[in-house]
């Protein structure tokens, strides 16, 4: 087992309300889970309780057992040791994930040289050998550029290429496709596929998303949340060709509603 969250629950200190109620899921080495739910459902929060970089307005509890380490009791030391090189996150919004004032070179590098102690030289040919697996052109003048001189989805790409290259066991993927366009969305979804399949980086992924569809052909299981519950979960296609849960029923209905129209329109 990779991970296993037992009992998790997340209240704000300052009014004893709670964001997630007594929430129960594990993962498998080398699988995709999905969590699926509309903003504010938890799935965002219930990632960051992962990393344990929520602030102090939070009170968790329960068990994020982690390769067998409870993540809730390690130190911030321990967790640094952590964060990067076994767990990776991967943000909604790459434009806000980069320092403005440093190159991509540069911040690749530190990256590189922080986590996988290897000298500058070396962590130079790894970016350009990890952005060459996301298919880039113009490497070198990528790694020259400062982080505005990008697109949001080339962005995307270099921080899947940063996950790859630290070749962590859990990368969790917060709503990636949210801040960029369609057609830089299909490709990205393709590179998690690839991501997914590298036998040899031997990853796992957690996918946080509100779109169904994407979960469809990513996941192998679902976790479905509403206001801070899991509501179903279970493996995607039994989830998705017999539902049991009324917010299940309705998002899949949504989605197959839409997809109708939108076949529809393109008559």
Known sequence: MLLEVKNLQIKLKHNEKKIIKNSNFFMKKNTCLGILGESGSGKSITCKSLLNILNKNFDISGEIIFEGKDLLKLSQTEMREIRGKDICMIVQNPMTSFDPLYTMENQMTETFCEHLKISRKEAVSLAMEVLEKMKLKDIPDILKKYPHELSGGMLQRIMIAIAIALKPRLIIADEPTTAIDSLNQKDIIEEFKILKNELE???????????????????????????????????????????????????????????????????
């Open 201 to 267: 980086l031997n990853v796992s992924l957690l996918f946080v998303t509100h779109d169904l569809g994407v979960l469809s052909v990513l996941a192998d299981n679902l976790i479905i949340m509403q206001n801070g519950e899991i509501v179903e979960k279970g493996r995607t296609e039994e989830i998705m060709s017999n539902p049991k849960h009324e917010h299940t029923k309705f998002l899949i209905e949504t989605r197959r509603a839409l997809m109708d129209r939108f076949k529809k329109v393109k008559q």
